[in-house]
């Protein structure tokens, strides 16, 4: 599992159904490094394909979005001159669906994160071109200017504004999944962990929330056990095996992973959400580049203007994802706070 340049890192979910997360696995295998750039397809002008490939996780869409010439005349003149915008995703090596993972063609990128860097690029008038990289990496791409921006449910946080700009597009909520037939219930309350064997990833902002529960708990006398796994496929193996009580992790993934298995004997559920920012504040994924890039704004009023126009509410539906809506995007609104991030 990836370790971020400090421990106050991205969520990355822990999240896929087994046969997906395979097709991703499988293409890192076959193919290449952690920073080779992903099939892309250009849209016919004027219209991106929402959850093409996307093997059931949404329902295909296409939106019709435009260049707004007086949006695309706020970014930068590199950028602008370029005629591209690179659009970083930490997805490898197995994908986070419904979010970010290779398509059902075992080629192309797909999920609800590249598809909206899509929707973004065609209001700035620019190229997508998507690439994929393992976690580490899309970092190491913002910091080098090898990508952009990223779109890779990076969480907004007070730590990360040190180094990045963001522009916010939709709502960060974490939770935990356990077996349907299990009855524990998170309810909002930590000291419910106590005695329970929970997955997580490292290096992850749910990680930093967990292990601060965890010694809450220590100091109580009581004991939380926190486990790591290799890939989502293992995490859930060991959750169908009994070896966890539970795993949190981003909430769209652990939604997905529910519908996919509802009638198999593996069935889980959400017991219990959280809200990536802690318990006082709702936290934000954010559209993220370089401190100082130029970016943030030209990409928050891209993202106002398909919030504006209803392409916003397009692409959240076609992944089942509408409850994560925001009403507008800012530039760097408040953020997980520097004491939790």
């Not at 970092?139 to 963001?166: L, P, W």
């Not at 936290?283 to 891209?302: F, N, R, Y």
Request: proline share 5%.
């Amino acid at each position: 599992m990836p370790t971020q340049f400090t421990r106050r890192s991205l969520i990355r979910g822990i999240t896929a159904a087994t046969a997906v997360a395979s097709l991703a696995t499988g293409l890192a295998a076959c193919g290449g490094n952690s920073d080779a750039a992903t099939t892309t397809d250009s849209a016919k002008s004027g219209e991106v394909v929402i959850g093409r490939v996307s093997n059931g996780a949404a329902t295909e869409t296409t939106i019709k979005v435009s260049e707004v010439k007086s949006i695309s005349a706020e970014l930068p003149a590199a950028v602008k001159k370029s005629g591209k915008l690179e659009i970083g995703i930490g997805a490898l090596p197995a994908g986070f669906p419904p979010l970010a993972y290779v398509g059902s063609d075992q080629k192309t990128l797909t999920g609800a994160e590249p598809d909206f860097g899509r929707l973004v690029a065609s209001v700035l008038g620019l190229e997508p071109e998507v690439k994929n990289s393992t976690w580490e990496n899309l970092f190491v791409g913002i910091d080098s200017g090898k990508v952009d921006v990223a779109f890779s449910n990076v969480t907004d946080t007070e730590e990360r504004k040190k180094k990045y700009e963001f522009a916010s597009y939709r709502q960060d909520n974490l939770s935990f999944i356990a077996p349907k037939k299990s009855t524990w219930n998170f309810d909002g309350n930590y000291e419910n962990l106590a005695g329970k064997t929970i997955a997580v990833g490292s290096g992850t902002n749910q990680e930093k929330i967990l292990l601060e529960w965890k010694d809450k708990l220590a100091k109580e006398g009581k004991k939380l056990t926190v486990k790591y796994f290799q890939d989502s496929p293992s995490t859930y193996l060991a959750l169908n095996s009994g070896k966890i009580d539970a795993s949190f992790g981003p909430n769209p993934g652990f939604a997905y992973h529910n519908r996919q298995v509802a009638n198999t004997p593996n069935a889980t559920r959400t017991a219990g959400t959280y809200s990536g920012a802690g318990a006082s504040l709702q936290g934000l994924i954010a559209a993220t580049a370089k401190k100082d890039s130029g970016l943030a704004e030209p990409l928050a009023d891209a993202i106002n203007h398909l919030i504006k126009n209803g392409q916003y509410a397009e692409w959240l539906k076609a992944y089942n994802l509408s409850n994560e809506a925001v009403a507008k995007s800012e530039v760097n609104p408040p953020g997980l706070p520097l004491d939790n991030s």
